[in-house]
């Protein structure tokens, strides 16, 4: 078991509606979203004042190294190539949220 509580959104908007009210302890977040991307989201998120701190775990099949560093330039914490084990994504989810809590 991950310890983590989820919510799924299948599109930005949706992620948007979900953070509306309450800031998640981490957000995973597929790069290659309908409509709106996820580097946008990203930027998006590290721009509104009440979810610029949570950590970001980006995934995505675009695996070239330029892909890794616009994710990083527009604010995820981590990269992950798919296919990827769910276990690395908890690993690294867990890591990034004892690091903001200063742990």
Known sequence: MSGFSTLTAASADELFALTADRAPDVIVL?????RIDGWEVTRRL?????????????????V????????????CD??????????D???????LV???RGG
């Open 78 to 87: 981590v990269f992950l190539p798919k296919p990827c084990d769910p276990d």
């Open 46 to 62: 590290r721009a509104d004042p009440r979810l610029r701190h949570v950590p970001i775990v980006a995934v995505s099949g675009c």
């Open 98 to 100: 004892e690091q903001s």
């Open 30 to 34: 597929d790069l290659q979203l309908p």
């Open 89 to 95: 994504i908890v690993r690294e989810a867990r890591r």
């Open 64 to 75: 070239l190294p330029a892909e890794r560093e616009n994710a990083r330039e527009a604010g």
